[in-house]
């Protein structure tokens, strides 16, 4: 049995940084995207960034050169590095991770605030 496990959330002050890790367990075969999304309250679910198989990457514009979205496809792995973080910024933070073949994994969310 799968499971993706996102961690790393966690409270901080705006301008400050914190990296999310995300794991799966189990077998995965032909993983070809990994990102991350993010749900405020009262909000949809919205795309933080995502990479593909092959280092292509896409990021949501309003994260663009604060977040930098990175794998480690031995580890079945993904990281989001969040930096020069805002309150807006302030969400739970889902991992998904898609395979070649369409099956879809979504880890339990891991909160992120952003506050003084």
């Known amino acids: 049995q799968v499971q993706v496990v996102e961690s790393g959330g966690g409270l901080v002050q705006p301008g400050g940084s914190l990296r999310l890790s995300c794991a799966a367990s189990?077998?995965?075969?032909?993983?070809?995207?990994m990102g991350w999304y993010r749900q405020a309250p009262g909000k949809q679910r919205e795309l933080v960034a995502r990479?593909?198989?092959?280092?292509?990457?896409d990021y949501a514009g309003s994260v663009k050169g604060r977040f930098t979205i990175s794998r480690d496809n031995a580890k079945n792995t993904v990281y989001l590095q969040m930096n020069s973080l805002k309150p807006e910024d302030t969400a739970v933070y889902y991992c998904?991770?898609?395979?070649?073949?369409?099956?879809?994994?979504w880890g339990q969310g891991t909160q992120v605030t952003v506050s003084s």
């Open positions: 998904h991770m898609g395979t070649a073949t369409g099956s879809h994994y």
């Open positions: 990479i593909i198989t092959g280092g292509s990457t």
């Open positions: 189990g077998t995965i075969f032909s993983i070809y995207v």
